[in-house]
Structures are given as structure tokens and as C-alpha cells.
């Protein structure tokens, strides 16, 4: 098994740190680039930066925000939002990020996916997969887009498999019914995504105590634990979460 990965996650919206609940109802959480170094310093294995208002405003990552977090980091970055040509792409990786995250994007030109891992390569293209429950669906669950506001009725676990095949590197399925209410991550969701690709899975949207992180590991099967609100309002320390997941027996970085 490999060493797991600890990645808080800045979720921008006008130049600041925000968290909402369910996607809405969002809350100012400081400065970007003060908490980017200050995760960083408490043993951050990787940082990940989405510009969550980017498509909805139906314009590009704000670039500016990129360079000013890379500045102060030496973790890798995934920066995600408003992503949706390999020329994004490429500005984004330049401006200092080690890896791009796409959603709607890689929905509405699956295509995109395969392009950009055959030239960046897949270790830099990770796909963010937002989904809700739905019975109709095979799997349970619905893919969602659009900051959670547009519902496909397509499922989002055969969309990881199709992702995973077009050459994504990393997936990152959030639940839109976890999502800030750290009553713990959706680990039917996350199981369900890890169990069909063999490419490492972000479990993401919910984490609320020590107890989340390892069942995102032991029952979820993820490998990176994502978290926001929990790092952002001091609830937890990135050290605690750590020595909690050794205390277990599970390999961590760092």
C-alpha cells in the first residue's frame, strides 16, 4: 500500500478561501496564500486550489492565484476550475501548479481527458467527479456538474471507469450530500469509485474528526484525503490526522 497523502483543498471564490455545505452557503476562510503556507509547514503532503465559481461564471482560472500560492509552496498543487482546453492546461501548469483538475469540462469533451494526458501526461490530469444518490442510476449515483447545479442522468461511477480508461491519473469524486457537513465523507460513494479504477482516488466532502480519514482509507479504499473545513477553522491539524492514521497501522507519507 502506498504511503497516504494528506491534501487540504482551497476552494477560491473572489481572490479568497470560502467553504459552504452542500456547495452553497459559502463562508469566508482567510487568505489563500497565508493558508497555502501554513499547510505546507504543517506537513501537507499536497495542496489542491479550485476556482469553484470559474465555470458557472463561464470564464478561465484566475491565473493570478495560481503563481501567488506556487510562490510559497514546494508540495505539489492541483488547481482546478474553469479548466476546458489543453491550452488552460498548459497556462495553468506554468504558472506553478504540478497537476490540473477537470470536471465539467472533461463531461461536456471526454476527448479532452485522453488529449491532455497524452501530452502533459496522466500523473498531471486528474478528473474531479461531483455526484448525488439516485436510485435510477446502476450504481446509485448521479454525475453532476456545474458546481453541482446541473444533474446528468448519466452514472458517475461508469463515468470514472471511462475516465480512468481515456488516461486520467487521479480521480476525485465528491458527494454533493457530504459536501461541508463534516458528517464524515460518503464512503459508499468513495468505495464504489475506488473498487472500479485502479488509479489512486481522492476521498473528498465531508470530514469532520480523525475517525473520517481512516474510514475514507480502511472502508472507502482512498489513498489521498482531501479536506477543507476541518484544516481552514483549526478543528483538526494536519500532524493529528497523521499520527491518528499511524496509530491505526496505515502508511503515511511524511
Wanted: glycine letters at 10%.
Amino acid at each position: 500500500m502506498e504511503p497516504l497523502r494528506i491534501m487540504p483543498c482551497l476552494d477560491m471564490k473572489d481572490g479568497r478561501v470560502v467553504k459552504g455545505v452542500n456547495f452553497v452557503n459559502l463562508k469566508e476562510a482567510g487568505d489563500p496564500v497565508k493558508n497555502a503556507a501554513f499547510y505546507q509547514q504543517e506537513g501537507a503532503d499536497e495542496l489542491a486550489m479550485l476556482d469553484i465559481a470559474a465555470t458557472l461564471e463561464n470564464r478561465k482560472t484566475r491565473l493570478e492565484w495560481v503563481k501567488k500560492v506556487a510562490a510559497v509552496i514546494d508540495i505539489p498543487l492541483t488547481v482546478g476550475g474553469g479548466i476546458a482546453t489543453l491550452e488552460d492546461i498548459e497556462l495553468v501548469l506554468k504558472a506553478g501548479a504540478a497537476k490540473v483538475s477537470m470536471n465539467s469540462a472533461a463531461v461536456n469533451n471526454p476527448v479532452l481527458i485522453k488529449e491532455a494526458a497524452k501530452k502533459f501526461g496522466s500523473d498531471k490530469i486528474t478528473v474531479a467527479i461531483d455526484a448525488k444518490r439516485n436510485k435510477a442510476m446502476p450504481s446509485g449515483f448521479e454525475l453532476v456538474v456545474s458546481g453541482g447545479t446541473k444533474p446528468l442522468a448519466k452514472d458517475a461511477v461508469e463515468w470514472a471507469k471511462q475516465c480512468e480508461e481515456l488516461g486520467a491519473g487521479v480521480i476525485l469524486p465528491t458527494s454533493m450530500d457530504g459536501d461541508g457537513t463534516k458528517s464524515g465523507y460518503d464512503i459508499e460513494f468513495t468505495k464504489a469509485i475506488s473498487s472500479a479504477v485502479t488509479v489512486p482516488v481522492v476521498a473528498s466532502g465531508g470530514a469532520g474528526k480523525l475517525e473520517d480519514f481512516y474510514e475514507a482509507v480502511a472502508h472507502g479504499g482512498a489513498s489521498i484525503l482531501l479536506a477543507a473545513s476541518v484544516f481552514h477553522f483549526r478543528m483538526l491539524s494536519i500532524g493529528e490526522v497523521k499520527n491518528f492514521l499511524r496509530q491505526k497501522g496505515l502508511p503515511v507519507a511524511g
